[in-house]
């Protein structure tokens, strides 16, 4: 509320999904994932906080100028665009009454918290359905709402283990890794898109709402199903590999000239590898018995990587991928995230679109994978300050008087 | 709340046997049964038809005669490399009708353009500027079909400077940033060890999908999505934007082998134990609680005594040094090494832990929770001896079953039903076509 915003053009938006209404309860990765794409294609989302309990992305680095603050988070700006944001008292009845008119007014109401919470807050979906016979309701909680392990807590950093993740990136040997993101909060996101408008689709046929369980766990095993099935019909466990593969040699990511800079290329078949050979200046070895064919190369494949990593640290990670790419060499630099922000092709293409943001200032947002030829490209909001959205949704779209606002306020419901 | 969901077996057992889709009653219920797509995709886009079958959609890939190269692409039922044997087909292609069409054929094409008219998606993974050349560019589909959705499937997008870029799983990932976030800081940064630049590109193209349908349910106008495999993989290693722009942190950021990056300390994140590994790493602040119920858990069984009095609340990453941790964490490593990881695992279910066991396929094939969910299919398979479980239902809705319904179909499998029962060729015509290598 202290960040004085333009409400004005709040339903003048052209996107694809005008005039849908999502309920947001949803906080960290996953969730928000599914609600910013929604909500740059046109869906009115209001993100329902509580200042008691922030969504823990608003405490995370990096922070607008290096001065920490609610709002001055990059990682939960850059989740959050396209919403609007209202701070509720949910464990005030009046707090509860104002998100039950807000069920009312809502297509979908979406949550990603641990099992049992929602009905703790009186929100289940039973509740939600006596507000609203028609709702859809989704949660995406870690491990689903249902079996022996669903009321186990945790992130995607470590679930990813869960689903058979770390066991995969690996040495051949070697331990197991870390990962540094929580992949299978970026593999629920999708379903959840496809299984709420595949469910809005459904309802405005029929009239029926429904009940979406989905779990970060079993998109992420689904995502799997490769090795699982190679394990269940061949009774093998997958080798970790590296960065081999089986039909391609080399396949691998090479050290390049100064700090940290790798590329990583491909060869999978005879043009590929003669191009590769003319891109490294033809040097003895490669008409070797041993690299002339691809399955020489597979049984020589450490020496094969010992020789082009001795060529590879001579050059320019950029230099050499564009001169690989340009001979039709699959090839790519191992991108730190300022390559990836300046790189060429991705600007070229509108990957990153700028906004102002009342307390981080001007700066850019990553684009859906996706472009649409009518509908077009709608990042058009940044993420709202703790709570900035509370008057408007109040008095605009439930219809309240100022005062009844102002006594709202008050009484500490709005916080 | 089980009673709820919509349950699947059953309906398994009584019609993945066969993949004829003659019985249509269970597709009645499902949301998009009355939808029709057309899947040109190779293995790039393979799975946004896929994921939009789950939910009932009328898939037919249309497949090169012979069957399409991602056939070739293994492991293989017990290893004998075979079109029919692919176990990423097996996975990519379940829900969906096979035919096999040459659309570069006068007559294919017509066939093409009489099915594009009853269709609502078309799904392609072809190189960018293809379909034009071969004249079935999106404004000509447009004109044949104007509400039609077509998606584009391609590595760089159908625009800007790398168009013509080739690209495989590694690339992928090694442009988006993701390798650079996985592997030991001194060494090469790693893929993962199983493709997902793909899946990710598949999925993300039908929640594209989904949101173009949405409109055109309103507005009757179609469109042309245009996704590329790079940006979908930029979108699950997220940073890019606010680390250059506003500063480092959020998550990801530079590798560290075993260790999790917390500002200017690294946690230990996998961790060894007596038969592997498991995932766990010690938490403060607001989640200080997930601590301390590890070490009540260790102080039953008489170690970590040293830890007691740690109060994990009040303690913040950013001010503790390397040393401290490390100091904890040799007292939580030599627990672990104590137990098994499925010890471990349902322990930590009692205690509250956010610990997880580093599963391999095996583990996951007899993982409880996935089993009691009704995760898995029974399928049965021509080329396969009995029947095999298979990852089905991602999706657990209370109004209908959204996994597997049908086995992938082999080539060429619904020609008939498709060609002679449903456009009214004759099979004097289907044996000019084939024999023409049209179909």
Redesign the interface.
């Given at each position: 509320m202290q960040n004085k915003v333009d409400n004005s053009n709040l339903h003048e938006l052209e996107g694809?999904?005008e005039?849908?209404n999502i309920l947001d309860f949803t906080w960290i990765?996953a969730g928000p994932t599914a609600t910013r794409?929604?909500g740059a294609?046109g869906a009115t989302v209001i993100k329902i906080e509580s200042t008691k309990r922030l969504d823990?992305?608003r405490?995370?680095?990096?922070?607008?100028g290096?001065i920490p603050g609610v709002n001055r988070?990059?990682?939960f700006?850059?989740?959050n665009h396209d919403k609007l944001g209202m701070a509720l008292n949910l464990s005030k009845p009046a707090g509860l009454e104002i998100a039950k008119k807000l069920v009312r007014w809502a297509d979908i109401v979406i949550e990603n918290f641990a099992p049992g919470t929602m009905d703790r807050l009186g929100l289940s979906y039973d509740e939600a359905k006596k507000t609203k016979p028609d709702i859809i309701m989704a949660s995406l909680s870690l491990?689903?709402?249902?079996?022996?392990?669903?009321?186990?807590?945790?992130?995607g950093?470590?679930?990813?283990?869960?689903?058979?993740?770390?066991?995969?990136?690996?040495?051949p040997g070697e331990?197991?890794?870390?990962?540094?993101?929580?992949?299978t909060d970026?593999?629920v996101?999708?379903?959840a898109?496809?299984?709420i408008?595949?469910?809005?689709?459904?309802r405005?046929r029929t009239g029926?709402g429904?009940?979406?369980?989905?779990?970060q766990?079993?998109?992420g095993?689904?995502?799997?199903?490769?090795?699982?099935?190679?394990?269940?019909?061949?009774s093998?466990?997958?080798?970790?590999?590296?960065?081999r593969?089986?039909?391609?040699s080399p396949?691998?990511?090479?050290?390049c000239r100064g700090d940290d800079r790798?590329?990583?290329?491909?060869v999978?078949n005879d043009s590929q590898w003669q191009a590769l050979c003319l891109v490294m200046d033809n040097p003895y070895w490669v008409g070797e018995e041993s690299f002339r064919t691809l399955l020489a190369r597979k049984r020589n494949e450490d020496e094969l990587e010992r020789l082009i990593e001795q060529w590879m640290v001579e050059q320019d990670a950029e230099k050499v991928m564009s001169k690989l790419?340009e001979s039709?060499?699959?090839?790519?630099?191992?991108?730190?995230?300022?390559?990836?922000?300046?790189e060429?092709?991705?600007r070229?293409?509108g990957?990153?679109k700028k906004l102002n943001h009342p307390e981080?200032g001007e700066?850019?947002?990553?684009?859906?994978?996706?472009?649409?030829?009518?509908?077009g490209d709608l990042i058009h909001r940044p993420s709202p300050c703790l709570g900035e959205h509370s008057e408007y949704i109040c008095t605009k779209i439930l219809g309240m008087s100022d005062d009844e606002f102002v006594k709202l306020a008050s009484e500490g419901v709005l916080e | 709340m089980n009673q709820i969901f919509a349950e699947g077996k059953a309906i398994i057992k009584k019609t993945a046997l066969d993949s004829t889709h003659q019985d249509i009653s269970q597709e009645a219920g499902l949301p998009l049964a009355r939808y029709r797509i057309l899947d040109l995709t190779g293995n790039e886009g393979a799975y946004c038809g896929r994921l939009m079958a789950d939910f009932g959609a009328d898939v037919i890939k249309i497949e090169r005669p012979g069957g399409d190269f991602s056939r070739n692409i293994g492991p293989f039922y017990k290893d004998l490399p075979h079109p029919e044997r692919s176990i990423p087909w097996y996975f990519l292609n379940a829900n969906k009708r096979g035919v096999t069409l040459n659309i570069e054929t006068a007559d294919g094409r017509q066939i093409l353009e009489t099915l594009l008219k009853r269709a609502h998606f078309l799904i392609e993974s072809s190189p960018a500027g293809y379909l034009e050349t071969v004249g079935l560019g999106y404004s000509t589909l447009q004109a044949i079909n104007p509400g039609l959705i077509m998606v584009s499937i391609t590595p760089f997008g159908q625009n800007g400077p790398w168009q013509d870029w080739k690209s495989c799983d590694l690339t992928h990932m090694a442009l988006s940033g993701f390798a650079n976030i996985l592997g030991e800081p001194d060494r090469a940064p790693m893929r993962l060890s199983v493709d997902q630049a793909c899946l990710q590109a598949g999925a993300q193209a039908a929640a594209g999908a989904m949101i173009a349908h949405y409109y055109r349910q309103k507005t009757g106008k179609g469109q042309h999505i245009d996704l590329s495999i790079q940006e979908a993989v930029n979108n699950v290693t997220t940073g890019s934007a606010y680390r250059s722009e506003i500063g480092e942190g959020g998550m990801g950021g530079q590798r560290s082998g075993r260790r999790f990056n917390r500002g200017h300390v690294k946690a230990l994140d996998i961790w060894e134990c007596r038969d592997g590994y498991v995932a766990w790493r010690i938490w403060t602040g607001q989640l200080g609680s997930k601590t301390k119920a590890v070490v009540d858990w260790m102080n039953s069984e008489g170690l970590g005594l040293e830890l007691k009095e740690v109060d994990w609340a009040i303690i913040d990453y950013g001010t503790i040094t390397q040393e401290q941790l490390d100091t904890w964490e040799s007292h939580f490593a030599k627990f672990f090494l104590r137990h098994t990881k499925e010890q471990l695992y349902e322990k930590a279910i009692e205690w509250g832990a956010s610990l997880f066991p580093v599963n391999t396929p095996k583990d996951l094939a007899g993982n409880k929770q996935l089993g009691e969910r009704g995760f898995w299919a029974k399928i049965e398979h021509p080329e396969v001896e009995g029947t095999f479980n298979c990852p089905s239902a991602a999706v657990k809705s209370s109004a209908y079953y959204c996994g597997i319904r049908y086995r992938s179909p082999m080539v060429g499998e619904h020609n008939s039903e498709i060609y002679i029962g449903e456009l009214g060729f004759s099979k004097e015509d289907i044996t000019i076509l084939k024999q023409a290598g049209i179909i």
């Open positions: 694809a999904l005039g849908l990765v794409m929604l294609h823990i992305f405490a995370y680095q990096p922070m607008a290096g988070s990059g990682v700006d850059a989740y491990q689903g709402q249902t079996g022996p392990s669903s009321k186990q807590g945790g992130f950093t470590e679930l990813q283990a869960l689903a058979g993740y770390n066991n995969l990136v690996r040495w331990a197991p890794q870390g990962m540094q993101n929580p992949y970026f593999v996101p999708w379903f898109i496809v299984a408008l595949a469910a809005v689709d459904y405005n029926k429904q009940y979406i369980d989905i779990s766990l079993e998109p095993v689904l995502f799997l199903t490769v090795p699982i099935m190679d394990y269940l019909l061949n093998r466990e997958a080798k970790p590999v590296g960065n593969c089986d039909y391609a396949h691998g990511v090479f050290r790798w590329c990583a290329l491909a999978f790419q039709g060499v699959p090839a790519g630099i191992v991108a730190h995230a300022q390559d990836v922000y300046d060429p092709h991705l070229r293409r990957h990153f981080i700066h850019s947002y990553e684009m859906p994978s996706w472009r649409l030829s009518l509908t | -």
